[in-house]
């Protein structure tokens, strides 16, 4: 979820209004927009926003676009409007066509840009790029100094070689192909643009380089100071929706901070696209049933409460009758997909908690499924004989799996991106996670006897998910006078107590001392094994007491007793 | 008359026997009977004034394996001298070290413990090692040939001479101490008029048999008292997890109220992870930093779901016919088999909804293990169990979600009051937090909720709302246990497991 920094002086400037200092009083407001405050001492508050899609609270000024309406400062539509063209004209390269196609520009003029604007203005860009954006693969966002700025522009490729220009912070021309290398932005974005064998530029009518998108802006065109009296907003990107939605928003915040907004003209080369006025503040228009706005919510609400309900939330209201609302969202409101989204506006305009909660009656017949059923069957026997349960990562690694169990590696389910070194793969037997357990309670008092019921993961070709999850019981009794006779005899207890008869053939395995393993078969079904742990295997794990121990396939054993008349 | 019993009478025996004083040890040889057994009868007979126990505290000795190989090879100083020495007394260090065969990690010592005993010293010009004088055994090197030769030294049988070189011996760190303390046992005065009459004891045993039973012979035994205040030895039953028993009582809950139990698999198909929850294919949280794919093989087979996967692509691409603008982007059927390890719960509720045993109404549930990339700490694990579930009806709306939810909150985690706060999930719109307030613990978040978008149900052939919730139990079984720690769910640590308390 987006968190977003922001000024509480700032905010409520914006707002025209103080906001309570207390934390519990100030996230009452904030849930009106899914947020929630944290760190309120700091001259700069963090906030939380839950809804990944609402670019639109992400800036300062959109936060308090939006609160001002739910506090009933303003209600319905906001008015922007354009003022006019303002002359810029951008002339798209037909080659961007498979790099980063679309770009769209606005010109905001008049701006009050004070340092705590400008910083704020910067955490937006950050935020939408990386969100919205997905890290500017989608989209990016470039501000200009407008004033210094000769249209037309042109939005190109260039080889990397030969383009140079100073990037932001820096004080010398570097290439497009230095940017990647020395910029730390180069570093940190060069990954979008380097499979391309020309990069995307975006240059104004004397050749001045304004940017190299999506990775860094000019420093001489490039930066926004207090100074600055007229912006330029470009937004390139893959998505053409998205880069359109993401210049509304900054346009907006701009718009918001005393700016006028002019257009700009975007000239496509691409067959079958037409050229484009930028940025679009239209929105869209949408028919709300009012049987719908019931079924979800769940109350009955006269058009009139509608209609008082969708101008809290910023919405325009065009027509209401009995049964519809013609409702015109905002063109800022870009997570709008469906009619439910506005139904939930309505909703938290009316507020959650003025609803009265009902249980629904509904007659249905719970129970467990028969895996729990029969593992608490298992768990109550084994806590019966006196094995504390113990509770493991099923996550882990094949130093634990195999070399310190003394074994050959097998295959198992392994992570593509593992972030420690001790969790790379699934767990295949359960042994191993609680030798683990054992290795680290040498200092506790002995005897120790522990067990676990957890999943085993092994691959499974015929599977759709191409594994299989083994719920498999392991258990290990370790003490000076550990042996092979004290784990079989739990076995035993255990599977008398399953009215399950069972033999063991003998057999070798690494991990356990030749001539004290055997398999645990039932019929001719093999359940898992039992033994008495190799003193390798306690010498590995740093155990100084014997230990004997059985692993059980519980799925098998399972069928086995269903098998039974 | 004091009424003295086995064990006593044999100790006062043994003890005339030595002469009125002796070890503990040594009446444990005459006697026969175990040292424990002296040491309670020592304690029982004092308080009579028949005995007196005398402690003598000794400090003892004894190589530790650093010491016994300098024991054996001499001193790294003096393994220094003997090879300056062989040399004329002068000669080039490594050269030295060489023939004195130093490791490299003693060097330094050797030349310090040179230096500080005065016996060699380096040549300002030439860099060499020069010997300064005969060196004659110090008062260390008696005390280790002592050590070798004994094995172990009491302290305080030293001469002051030794007794000044434990101190070199244990800052050079090769010799281990120990404080024992030696109890010995003296008859008083009383004590040598009791032995002289004779001291007579009735047969008395402390352990009844089966013998004595059969036979009768309890009858002409007398059974010892017991000190019942006397602590005993722990007894560690065998129980259940705490999490897990909590977690048991938690589903035995959730079936009262109606609630099935529903299971999924541990490697998920992305589709249902993500793909039919309506999560775009290029959200933030399906990136690598937050879930874990299966590195081989990459896909699994979404064969049996091809009528779900054409309709979930076109929900995705265009809102296909469900009245939404959908995300507008190319969906990939590949991306949406590409394996993974589940990262929420809601995958669960995915397969039941498109499962043929649903019912409608319905109530699920499921608890189930879930993985994602969080670095580990006080308040994130990369393993974890959810609890979520669905509730499926023809007329369920956000008057029944909250109400499901006050229930939860008041019957599952006995809160007092309750909040419902907006909250956003990419598959559920209208979206609840809820917020609980219990006696002693203060508000807190204790799950989120929403009704499942039509983008969701639709695609999957469900045509009524279905209210989806899950509970935050981590917290809420944390407070119950009282830690503050998040790592303690899957706790590597036996002596907690064992003296935590049932809750």
């Not at chain 1, 900054?250 to 930028?278: C, E, F, N, Q, W």
């Not at chain 1, 101008?311 to 049964?323: D, I, L, P, R």
């Not at chain 1, 499924?369 to 493991?392: K, P, Y």
Request: aromatic share 8%.
């Amino acid at each position: 979820m987006p968190t977003v920094e922001v000024e509480l002086e700032d905010l409520e400037s914006l707002l025209g209004m103080e906001l309570p200092r207390d934390e519990e009083k100030l996230n009452e407001i904030l849930s009106y927009v899914k947020g929630e405050a944290k760190n309120l001492e700091a001259q700069e508050i963090r906030i939380e926003l839950k809804d990944s899609n609402r670019a639109d609270v992400w800036s300062v000024e959109g936060l308090a676009r939006a609160l001002r309406g739910y506090l009933g400062f303003e209600k319905g539509l906001k008015d922007y409007h354009i003022q006019g063209s303002s002359g810029v004209e951008v002339n798209v390269d037909l080659k961007l066509k498979n790099i980063r196609p679309y770009i769209a520009c606005s010109v905001i003029k008049g701006a009050k840009l004070t340092e705590a604007a400008i910083r704020q203005i910067m955490h937006f860009q950050d935020k939408m790029d990386q969100t919205y954006g997905r890290n500017r693969r989608k989209t990016s966002i470039g501000l200009y100094d407008f004033d210094l700025i000769n249209p037309p522009l042109r939005y190109e490729v260039a080889k990397p070689s030969e383009v140079s220009f100073v990037p932001l912070e820096f004080s010398e021309k570097l290439t497009l192909e230095e940017i990647l290398e020395k910029h730390p932005k180069g570093i940190e974005y060069g990954r979008i643009v380097r499979k391309f064998p020309m990069w995307p530029v975006f240059i104004d009518s004397e050749n001045k380089v304004l940017s190299f998108p999506p990775v860094i802006n000019s420093n001489d065109l490039g930066r926004i100071t207090p100074k600055t009296e007229n912006v330029l907003v470009e937004v390139t990107g893959t998505a053409i929706d998205t880069v359109q939605n993401t210049l509304i928003n900054v346009t907006l915040a701009l718009a918001d901070r005393g700016g006028r907004i002019y257009s700009a003209k975007i000239h496509y080369p691409y067959k079958g696209m037409a050229d484009a006025t930028t940025p679009n503040l239209k929105g869209e228009t949408l028919k709300l049933d009012l049987n719908y706005v019931q079924k979800v919510i769940g109350m009955q609400f006269s058009p009139k409460e509608i209609r008082e309900l969708l101008e809290k939330a910023h919405y325009g209201v065009v027509k209401a009758t009995k049964s519809e609302v013609t409702v015109k969202v905002p063109c800022y409101r870009v997570d709008v997909l469906h009619p439910i989204d506005v139904v939930e506006d309505v909703a938290i305009a009316y507020n959650y908690n003025r609803i009265q909660p009902r249980w629904p009656q509904l007659l249905t017949i719970g129970g467990l499924s028969q895996e729990a059923e029969f593992r608490d069957l298992v768990r109550e026997l084994m806590v019966g004989l006196g094995f504390q349960e113990i509770l493991t990562y099923m996550m882990t690694a094949p130093e634990v799996l195999f070399t310190k169990m003394n074994v050959d590696a097998q295959r198992v389910v392994e992570i593509a991106n593992p972030r420690l070194l001790s969790m790379t793969c699934l767990r295949n037997w359960l042994i191993p996670s609680l030798m683990e357990f054992l290795s680290r309670n040498t200092h506790v008092e002995y005897p120790q006897k522990v067990f676990e019921v957890g999943y085993c993961v092994v691959h499974d070709k015929e599977k759709e998910n191409k594994t299989s999850d083994i719920e498999t019981l392991a258990c290990v009794t370790i003490h000076s006078d550990a042996s092979f006779t004290e784990a079989k005899s739990a076995l035993d207890a255990l599977f008398t107590n399953l009215g399950v008869s069972y033999s063991l053939e003998e057999s070798s395995h690494k991990s356990f001392i030749e001539g004290r393993m055997g398999r645990i078969l039932v019929e001719n079904t093999e359940l898992g094994f039992i033994g008495e742990i190799h003193p390798q295997v306690l010498q590995n794990w740093g155990l100084e007491n014997p230990a004997a121990a059985f692993e059980i396939n519980l799925n098998r054993l399972r069928q086995c007793l269903q098998a039974k008349p | 008359m004091v009424d003295i019993r086995e064990n006593e009478s044999k100790t006062l025996i043994a003890l005339r026997d030595a002469g009125g004083y002796s070890t503990i040890d040594q009446i444990v040889n005459v006697s026969g009977l175990v040292h424990s057994a002296v040491m309670r009868a020592a304690l029982f007979l004092a308080p009579q004034n028949l005995l007196a126990v005398h402690e003598r505290k000794s400090t003892k000795i004894v190589l530790n394996e650093e010491g016994k190989r300098y024991a054996d090879e001499g001193l790294p100083e003096r393994r220094i001298v003997k090879a300056l020495q062989k040399t004329g007394g002068k000669a080039d260090i490594e050269a030295v070290f060489k023939a004195a065969s130093l490791s490299e990690n003693i060097r330094v010592i050797a030349l310090g413990w040179l230096s500080r005993k005065g016996w060699a010293v380096i040549e300002k010009g030439t860099k060499k090692l020069k010997l300064l004088k005969e060196p004659v055994e110090g008062s260390d090197e008696k005390l280790l040939a002592l050590l070798k030769e004994n094995g172990a030294a009491v302290v305080e049988d030293l001469s002051e001479e030794l007794r000044d070189a434990v101190e070199t011996l244990k800052g050079r760190k090769i010799i281990d101490v120990r404080v024992e303390t030696e109890r010995e046992l003296e008859l008083t005065a009383t004590g040598w008029d009791l032995v002289k009459k004779g001291v007579e004891a009735t047969a008395e045993i402390s352990q009844l048999t089966p013998e004595l039973l059969v036979t009768g012979k309890w009858k002409e035994t007398r059974l010892r008292t017991y000190n019942i205040q006397a602590p005993v030895a722990h007894t560690w039953l065998g129980k259940k997890h705490p999490y897990l028993r909590f977690l048991d009582d938690l589903k035995m809950k959730l079936v009262a109220l109606g609630f099935k139990e529903m299971t999924g698999p541990n490697v998920e198909l992305s589709f249902f992870n993500c793909d039919g929850l309506f999560m775009p294919q290029d959200h933030p949280a399906r990136e690598v930093h937050d879930m874990y794919f299966i590195k081989e093989p990459e896909t699994g087979s979404l064969e049996q779901y091809q009528r779900f996967l054409e309709k979930v692509k076109k929900t995705h691409e265009n809102g296909w016919k469900t009245g939404s603008k959908g995300w507008g982007y190319t969906f990939s059927t590949l991306e949406a088999a590409r394996l993974m390890l589940r990262s929420q719960t809601t995958a669960a509720s995915a397969r039941t909804l498109i499962s043929k045993d649903l019912e409608i109404p319905g109530k699920y549930f499921a608890i189930a293990r879930c993985f994602r990339p969080d670095v580990i700490d006080k308040t994130h694990l990369t393993e974890f169990n959810q609890v979520e579930g669905i509730i499926l009806g023809e007329d369920l709306t956000l008057v029944d979600l909250l109400g499901v939810l006050e229930k939860f909150a008041k019957d599952v985690a006995g809160a007092d009051k309750v909040k419902y706060r907006p909250d956003y999930f990419p598959f559920t719109e209208p979206s609840v937090e809820l917020v609980a307030y219990k006696k002693g613990c203060g508000w807190m978040e204790f799950g989120g909720s929403g009704i499942f978008r039509p983008e969701l149900t639709l695609p999957l052939g469900i045509k009524v709302p279905v209210l989806a919730w899950g509970l935050g139990v981590d917290r809420l079984f944390m407070m119950k246990a009282g830690i503050d720690d998040i790592r303690f769910l899957f706790t590597q640590d036996l002596e907690w497991l064992r003296r935590m308390e049932l809750i």
